[in-house]
């Protein structure tokens, strides 16, 4: 059993005639449940290691210079400035201790009378210590931002090479993973070669440049139709990407990716977006955990064996007979969990009994470039110019806040009318060494561009 050391209590969180619940995560689930919990009887303390929420599905478009990081990222503060019964702190929650109801975070320590998870997944590199090492994942704003740097101080750099052999794999990008997000990255990344870097490079010739998406399985976007996985891949070829279908990659160090039995690639610029891994904290009992790491809940979103712990989201694996492996890591379920747990806890207030989470699939769609995209709704899938403009009116309507939703629209009027995204400037943070440990706060070390 994990016991927290003895720590201080996280200071200046007020003491309350209420339950206390504390929500580990703002993602998606966390912060649906926080806001519906908004003015009821319970105290609620969400934590989360950024002082922002981050929108996940335009995170491809900050790598690619189309949006902005503050587009994509929400100040949590400002979303609780009405709400006494919602305290939020940033902190790192490392450890459980389940028996006296305590979590150890970087702030200190701190109880709860229900804790909720949603710590949502990260970056799965399948053990490979080399590709997680040179290879550029994009799980964060912060990692969308580490690729917009390195993609363009590539060119910086190729253009001050005199060979085309030198400039190659400067050039080329090789994108891993055939899901929504490797398709809408190839897409994006494709444009700009198309449309963009010519204009800003005109001595460099962009035939040299290849934009290659590579999947280990026989389709791209498995889970959709049969028709959007052909016209998607249709699209991404129209564009000039090679995808390279039931292809593994081996081994990449830094410079050249080894392919199972095809020839290797030279880049020094490796996407990884081809899986994911929960997040976890110690303490969880190994018997809560699922063979992927997912912690696994009945149909409450209640952790097994616990009377008082809940898991939501990308975290949780909920087996149903629709869904006996588990519902898709997808943001619709994370939010529909997390309003069935909210209406749950609110009957837990009048004494009612909690009703099981069903969950209702409103479809999937991807976007591969400009009036190119597919739509799987659960009665009809679609695709080409109608299905882009959906794709775009469903994200502009899903990020939050007003001033965002108009900055967005303003960016992709001017992207798509213009073809000139105006973002493809080189800012690295520069911290001086003797801040940096303050400035870390025992987080994720920060990227600096390249
Ligand atoms: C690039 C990309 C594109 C995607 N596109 C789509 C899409 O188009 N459609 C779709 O439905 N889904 C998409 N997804 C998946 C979707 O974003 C996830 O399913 C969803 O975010 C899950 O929500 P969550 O609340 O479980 O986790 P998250 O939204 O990931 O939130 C987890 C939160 O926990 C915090 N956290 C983690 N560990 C700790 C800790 N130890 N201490 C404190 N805080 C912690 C994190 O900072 C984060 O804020 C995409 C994902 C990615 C990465």
């Given at each position: 059993?994990?016991?927290?050391?003895?720590?201080?209590?996280?200071?200046?969180?007020?003491?309350?005639?209420?339950?206390?619940?504390?929500?580990?995560?703002?993602?998606?689930?966390?912060?649906?449940?926080?806001?519906?919990?908004?003015?009821?009887?319970?105290?609620?303390?969400?934590?989360?290691?950024?002082?922002?929420?981050?929108?996940?599905?335009?995170?491809?478009?900050?790598?690619?210079?189309?949006?902005?990081?503050?587009?994509?990222?929400?100040?949590?503060?400002?979303?609780?400035?009405?709400?006494?019964?919602?305290?939020?702190?940033?902190?790192?929650?490392?450890?459980?201790?389940?028996?006296?109801?305590?979590?150890?975070?970087?702030?200190?320590?701190?109880?709860?009378?229900?804790?909720?998870?949603?710590?949502?997944?990260?970056?799965?590199?399948?053990?490979?210590?080399?590709?997680?090492?040179?290879?550029?994942?994009?799980?964060?704003?912060?990692?969308?931002?580490?690729?917009?740097?390195?993609?363009?101080?590539?060119?910086?750099?190729?253009?001050?090479?005199?060979?085309?052999?030198?400039?190659?794999?400067?050039?080329?990008?090789?994108?891993?993973?055939?899901?929504?997000?490797?398709?809408?990255?190839?897409?994006?990344?494709?444009?700009?070669?198309?449309?963009?870097?010519?204009?800003?490079?005109?001595?460099?010739?962009?035939?040299?440049?290849?934009?290659?998406?590579?999947?280990?399985?026989?389709?791209?976007?498995?889970?959709?139709?049969?028709?959007?996985?052909?016209?998607?891949?249709?699209?991404?070829?129209?564009?000039?990407?090679?995808?390279?279908?039931?292809?593994?990659?081996?081994?990449?160090?830094?410079?050249?990716?080894?392919?199972?039995?095809?020839?290797?690639?030279?880049?020094?610029?490796?996407?990884?977006?081809?899986?994911?891994?929960?997040?976890?904290?110690?303490?969880?009992?190994?018997?809560?955990?699922?063979?992927?790491?997912?912690?696994?809940?009945?149909?409450?979103?209640?952790?097994?064996?616990?009377?008082?712990?809940?898991?939501l989201g990308d975290q949780c694996v909920q087996k149903d007979e629709k869904y006996p492996e588990g519902h898709p890591q997808?943001?619709?379920?994370?939010?529909?969990?997390?309003?069935?747990?909210a209406n749950n806890l609110k009957l837990d207030l009048k004494g009612k009994p909690w009703k099981p989470f069903k969950y209702?699939?409103?479809?999937?769609?991807?976007?591969?470039?400009?009036?190119?995209?597919?739509?799987?709704?659960?009665?009809?899938?679609?695709?080409?110019?109608?299905?882009?403009?959906?794709?775009?009116?469903?994200?502009?309507?899903?990020?939050?806040?007003?001033?965002?939703?108009?900055?967005?629209?303003?960016?992709?009027?001017?992207?798509?009318?213009?073809?000139?995204?105006?973002?493809?400037?080189?800012?690295?943070?520069?911290?001086?060494?003797?801040?940096?440990?303050?400035?870390?706060?025992?987080?994720?070390?920060?990227?600096?561009?390249?």
């Open positions: 059993m994990i016991t927290v050391q003895e720590l201080t209590p996280i200071p200046n969180i007020p003491k309350s005639n209420y339950r206390r619940i504390v929500i580990v995560g703002a993602g998606f689930a966390g912060l649906k449940l926080a806001q519906k919990l908004a003015k009821t009887d319970y105290q609620v303390v969400l934590l989360d290691k950024n002082n922002y929420h981050q929108f996940q599905p335009l995170l491809y478009q900050v790598a690619t210079a189309a949006l902005s990081p503050s587009a994509v990222s929400f100040p949590l503060r400002r979303l609780f400035h009405k709400t006494e019964n919602i305290i939020f702190r940033m902190a790192v929650v490392r450890k459980i201790d389940k028996e006296k109801k305590l979590l150890e975070t970087n702030l200190g320590q701190l109880n709860y009378d229900m804790l909720v998870l949603s710590q949502g997944a990260n970056t799965n590199f399948f053990g490979n210590k080399n590709i997680q090492t040179h290879a550029a994942p994009m799980k964060s704003t912060s990692e969308a931002l580490y690729i917009r740097n390195k993609i363009i101080s590539n060119y910086e750099r190729a253009v001050n090479l005199p060979t085309v052999e030198e400039r190659r794999p400067i050039m080329n990008v090789v994108i891993v993973g055939g899901g929504a997000t490797g398709v809408e990255l190839a897409g994006a990344i494709a444009e700009l070669r198309n449309h963009v870097f010519p204009k800003d490079y005109p001595q460099l010739s962009f035939e040299n440049m290849r934009v290659i998406l590579i999947e280990a399985g026989g389709s791209l976007l498995a889970g959709l139709s049969e028709s959007s996985r052909g016209k998607a891949k249709s699209y991404l070829e129209k564009l000039g990407v090679e995808v390279m279908l039931n292809t593994m990659v081996e081994d990449y160090d830094g410079f050249s990716v080894q392919l199972k039995d095809k020839e290797p690639i030279q880049t020094i610029t490796l996407l990884w977006a081809a899986g994911i891994k929960a997040n976890s904290l110690l303490g969880i009992s190994p018997e809560q955990i699922s063979k992927n790491g997912r912690l696994i809940v009945d149909e409450n979103n209640r952790l097994i064996n616990e009377d008082a712990i809940f898991v997808v943001a619709q379920v994370a939010i529909q969990q997390a309003s069935n747990l209702r699939d409103l479809g999937s769609m991807a976007t591969v470039g400009k009036k190119m995209a597919v739509v799987d709704l659960p009665f009809i899938s679609f695709q080409g110019i109608f299905a882009w403009l959906v794709w775009l009116f469903v994200h502009l309507m899903a990020i939050l806040g007003v001033k965002n939703k108009l900055i967005i629209f303003i960016n992709w009027a001017w992207k798509y009318l213009a073809f000139d995204p105006s973002l493809r400037l080189l800012i690295r943070p520069k911290y001086i060494k003797r801040h940096k440990r303050e400035w870390l706060l025992d987080q994720d070390e920060p990227e600096e561009g390249s």
